[in-house]
């Protein structure tokens, strides 16, 4: 059924339709939405049988959705920024322990300074932590991965993180096309864990594990990485059977057929750089678009095989590693790094910039005449940039960078004079 709604309301009832037994929630912007939407139906009986635990923390919402998990109950969290980093701990151990939990995470960014706006830098830093990470364009495609998320949690007995944009995808109105219990049922059964606690056959979870079995422990979660690259595409063609529309998967290309270029992104900056390379197209420039789904496991093969015949690969990525570079280019040049093809990185929307059409339609000109840096900056005010290190290099107590770029930009109190140094 068509219906207009909140993306976050969105995806609290797609959670619901997916008969979670309970709910752990500590409020984050821009993810409180949906747990609060969730509570709200825990309460009014209309997600029955369920359990609501408000906990005093991120890290909580994780240990007890861990415990649930390690019960024998379908069990789903959600959080954002700072909240996920304080969980990291849980993190790892939801993955190493092999629990199936759904995570979803309204991609923010982190301070500091402090920041509530989108970027990937979140999740990003999770991103070796042994869970499945798949991004959402769409809040219809975030609706839908979350169904999917908790049939490939349970496939696999590994935890799921669905990465949708904060605010952009979160706090939009969009119609989306919200499936009856029935279909949501018919694709994803009752669950029956791998791995349950039973008094009546104690087992230990967690327990000490020496360097005589650590690195099998190890490749064993690689292992069932590399079986999800299989099950995703998979449950994605089922999935397609059931509600009749495709969603999830590996990769999503666009245009690419006869691509000299292509670009690739996640999230939902793939709808401005779609309206782009249309545009582009039109001017009768050959590139295409390919959105990555699948961030982990990351999907090597899927990426090699649709971009041979391109000259170039441009990688927009709103998240970069500090004293590196970019994120996501390092793994697609993984790829095709036997190749002569050019693969640059584009940083772009941090902390929640405006991408715009005007600037990728510049940035794509540069890429398809091999103009481009191979690490690029969009936008960035170099202006601003070296009055901050200028001031760094006269002045040793110049203050924090944050308050000086402000100051520069005329958003907070004029700059004091320099103290001296002290004697």
Request: hydrophobic content about 45%; glycine content about 8%; proline content about 6%.
């Amino acid at each position: 059924m068509l219906e207009q709604c909140e993306g976050s309301h969105a995806v609290a009832r797609a959670v619901a339709l997916s008969r979670p037994e309970v709910i752990c929630a500590y409020p984050i912007s821009p993810q409180t939405h949906i747990v609060e939407g969730l509570g709200e139906m825990v309460k009014s009986g209309d997600l029955t049988p369920c359990e609501f635990i408000n906990v005093e923390s991120e890290f909580a919402a994780l240990s007890v959705a861990i415990g649930a998990s390690a019960a024998g109950a379908r069990a789903y969290t959600a959080t954002a920024s700072q909240g996920l980093l304080y969980m990291a701990e849980a993190v790892y151990n939801a993955s190493g322990l092999g629990l199936p939990i759904v995570m979803t995470v309204a991609n923010r960014a982190i301070g500091a300074p402090i920041n509530i706006w989108n970027d990937h830098t979140d999740s990003m830093a999770m991103r070796d932590a042994g869970w499945i990470q798949i991004f959402a364009e769409t809040n219809q495609e975030a609706l839908d991965l979350h169904i999917q998320a908790f049939r490939i949690a349970e496939e696999l007995s590994l935890p799921v993180m669905v990465c949708m944009d904060g605010f952009i995808l979160t706090h939009a109105y969009e119609r989306v096309d919200m499936p009856e219990q029935a279909q949501v049922d018919a694709y994803l059964p009752p669950y029956v864990p791998r791995q349950v606690l039973d008094p009546a056959e104690p087992v230990t979870i967690g327990a000490m594990v020496g360097p005589e079995a650590f690195t099998e422990v190890r490749y064993l979660a690689h292992a069932k990485q590399l079986q999800a690259l299989d099950l995703l595409p998979q449950l994605a063609a089922e999935f397609k059977q059931v509600f009749g529309r495709d969603s999830g998967g590996l990769v999503r290309p666009y245009r690419i057929d006869d691509a000299d270029t292509i670009v690739i992104a996640l999230g939902s900056v793939l709808g401005t750089i779609k309206d782009t390379v249309d545009e582009l197209r039109e001017q009768g420039v050959k590139i295409g678009v390919l959105g990555i789904t699948s961030f982990r496991p990351f999907p090597i093969e899927a990426i090699r095989a649709v971009t041979g015949h391109a000259q170039r690969i441009v990688v927009i990525e709103k998240c970069f590693a500090v004293g590196i570079g970019g994120i996501v280019s390092r793994d697609v040049r993984s790829a095709v790094q036997s190749r002569p093809q050019a693969v640059y990185a584009v940083v772009a929307g941090l902390g929640g910039r405006a991408i715009t059409k005007a600037s990728l339609h510049k940035l794509l000109m540069q890429a398809v005449a091999d103009q481009l840096e191979l690490l690029t900056f969009l936008d960035l005010d170099w202006g601003v940039v070296n009055r901050v290190l200028e001031r760094e290099k006269q002045h040793r107590r110049s203050g924090p960078v944050a308050e000086g770029i402000l100051r520069d930009l005329g958003t907070a109190a004029p700059t004091p004079t320099p103290l001296s140094p002290t004697r």
